[in-house]
């Protein structure tokens, strides 16, 4: 009877060692789950990658849009557009124009009637690169106060203004340029964010 049972006994443990895993089969899959979990979160990191990616190329392409419309508009304003006047109280900086707007009173042409606004590249107080205007404050209802003292301040961050190049000269009657991102900005492989714009000043006539 004692053979008899010992010889159950040791066929169930065989029956349950063979049913079984292995040390050597449970850290196989271990490793296998690993390499599975990782290749996951890669997976899901490149996707947020490219995701923050194509958020900022989005928000770039809004903040050229807006820049562009604000340049537009005091461009066409303006009776003149040079590369040699530099507003009272503005440092200027590299890759600039100005805008000479008339004022609403006094003679066309008359220098002390006009206000000049200018745009350049420079540095913002973390010594990022951004483009600037500096000249007379805008209101809220968007005219400008002029007769006010200049003020320079950033339009637009981490990106710089290119003339000519790609783009045609400047003149006295329009400005080309181009909008690039400066060096912070990743955008991988996304191009075509900026492009040629030309802005014109407004046609005179004296009669």
Same mark, same amino acid.
């Given at each position: 009877?004692?053979?008899?049972?010992?010889?159950?006994?040791?066929?169930?443990?065989?029956?349950?060692?063979?049913?079984?895993?292995?040390?050597?089969?449970?850290?196989?899959?271990?490793?296998?789950?690993?390499?599975?979990?990782?290749?996951? %979160?890669?997976? #899901? @990191?490149?996707?947020? &990658?490219?995701?923050?990616?194509?958020?900022?190329? +989005?928000? *770039?392409?809004?903040? /050229?849009?807006?820049?562009?419309?604000?340049?537009?508009?005091?461009?066409?304003? %303006?009776?003149? #557009? @040079?590369?040699?006047? &530099?507003?009272?109280?503005?440092?200027?900086?590299? +890759?600039? *124009?100005?805008?000479? /707007?008339?004022?609403?009173?006094?003679?066309?042409?008359?220098?002390?009637?006009? %206000?000049?606004?200018?745009?350049?590249?420079?540095?913002?107080?973390?010594?990022?690169?951004?483009?600037?205007?500096?000249?007379?404050?805008?209101?809220?209802?968007?005219?400008?106060?002029?007769?006010?003292?200049?003020?320079?301040?950033?339009?637009?961050?981490?990106?710089?203004?290119?003339?000519?190049?790609?783009?045609?000269?400047?003149?006295?009657?329009?400005?080309?340029?181009?909008?690039?991102?400066?060096?912070?900005?990743?955008?991988?492989?996304?191009?075509?964010?900026?492009?040629?714009?030309?802005?014109?000043?407004?046609?005179?006539?004296?009669?």
């Amino acid at each position: 009877m004692k053979i008899n049972n010992a010889i159950k006994y040791s066929s169930a443990n065989s029956i349950l060692a063979e049913s079984g895993f292995s040390l050597v089969e449970l850290l196989i899959a271990g490793a296998i789950g690993v390499i599975v979990v990782l290749a996951g %979160s890669q997976l #899901i @990191s490149d996707q947020v &990658i490219q995701g923050r990616r194509l958020e900022a190329a +989005q928000r *770039f392409r809004e903040n /050229i849009g807006r820049l562009n419309y604000l340049i537009q508009v005091e461009a066409s304003e %303006s009776s003149q #557009i @040079s590369q040699l006047l &530099i507003p009272a109280g503005c440092s200027g900086g590299s +890759q600039s *124009f100005t805008l000479v /707007i008339q004022r609403p009173t006094g003679g066309y042409a008359s220098a002390a009637n006009n %206000s000049l606004v200018q745009y350049y590249n420079g540095n913002d107080a973390n010594g990022i690169p951004s483009i600037w205007r500096c000249g007379p404050p805008v209101e809220r209802n968007g005219v400008l106060r002029h007769g006010a003292t200049n003020v320079a301040g950033v339009v637009m961050g981490n990106a710089q203004i290119e003339l000519g190049g790609q783009c045609s000269a400047i003149n006295e009657r329009s400005v080309s340029y181009s909008v690039v991102p400066s060096g912070t900005q990743v955008f991988g492989q996304l191009g075509g964010l900026g492009g040629c714009v030309t802005a014109h000043a407004r046609s005179v006539f004296i009669c």
